[in-house]
């Protein structure tokens, strides 16, 4: 009687672990741009508003086409659409490395990555929780959710290692070889399963209506928009911001940027965890609230530390890096929740590609407001980018409460 559940739940944690770790593999052409942004600004001479695109640019396609490709998912197998989106990652990231010279080619791929990870992120979830019931269901969203911050965490640390020793081409091609990786995981550790001929059609997949009825869905999705605002402007910045903050500090660059954001995101998976497990004990929207509150305070607080010693400030940003990433598996785990078993593949398309107008938003609103007040070389202006992002992320949780209200009325 209890070897059959014993057997089941090896399995489970077995599926969890290749998965976690085939989406650490598809996540390293993603910040690889980023940990090298001071570099791209001088060498192709961009402003803050051309860095700003081409770091958002990646998100607006995601955007765009997560909205098709994880809804499919309530029809079609999607180990189907995450093996495609794999292929497409490797295909976006060789072409980095090979074809881009500049500002519209590197758009161009960017875009294209944008689209590898709509195919890989959230229909890899699906893929996992289809394959889950239960406790194991919600845990594995929580670690899932996580391991974008481990792939982010290393995306940033090649490629600012890379960059001290090697062309920059070589981090992307690394990107590439890591998604072939990923693409050769997920074919061994899923099983193939059959789509859902008669139940939903490709047609009914990409009906939309259920979920924007769902005020509790929506409220979430809600939180998750401005949580990616605040996370990819966070994300896209922050190598740039300590570059500018730690210029002239004493014992500054005895710690590079892109080492310090490593530690950083890496914390981002426990935070993350942690946030998920606090939201099941203490009540998912009480904490919610709360770490998005911190975190908005926090953005301010960051934005005008430039001048502290070199130990504070990294500190303070360890910190809120911390909090940025608190809230993102139980917002994830509370719009899957809140979603019927029926519509659970629309429903997360739907919290996807809205969820990241903010991620498309955040590195562009940021890099504006950073370029009215001054640019990169101003302090005032960094004050004014990071405060900006913290009233942002507010509007969360305020419309998260006023449709949680709208429910009960």
Known sequence: MTTKPLLQEKSSIRIIFWICIAEILTMQGVFTFSSMLPFFLAEWKL???????????????????????????????????????????????????????????????RALGGIGLAGTYMPGLKALTDRLSGTSRVRATSFYTSSFGVGSALSFLIGGSILKWFPWQIAFWIAGLCALLALLIVSKV?????????????????????????????????????????????????????TFALTGVTGGFLIQPTNIIFFGVLLGMPSSVIGNELAMRYGRIRVVVSIMCLSAVLAIVVGNSIGLSAPLLIALVLVYGCFVTGDSASITTG???????????VTMAVHSSIGFIGSFLGPIGFGLVLNTFGGHNSSEAWFWAFSSTGFVLLLGPILLLILRTVKKT
């Open 335 to 345: 719009a899957i929740e809140s979603a019927s078993e029926g519509n659970r593949g």
């Open 190 to 242: 899923f099983e193939n399963r059959p789509n859902r001929v008669g139940s939903r059609s490709g047609l009914r997949s990409l009906d939309f209506r259920p979920v924007i009825r769902n005020s509790n869905v929506m409220g979430w999705i809600a939180c998750y928009t401005t949580h990616n605002y605040e996370l990819f402007a966070f994300r896209s910045w922050i190598v740039v911001y300590l």
């Open 47 to 109: 402003d803050s508003i051309d860095a700003g695109w081409i770091s958002g640019i990646y998100y607006g396609s995601y955007m765009i086409s997560v909205m098709i490709l994880v809804s499919l998912t309530d029809w079609i197998d999607a180990k189907k659409i995450y093996i495609t989106g794999v292929l497409i990652t490797l295909i976006s990231c060789i072409g980095f490395a090979l074809f881009v010279e500049g500002y519209w080619s590197a758009m161009l791929f």
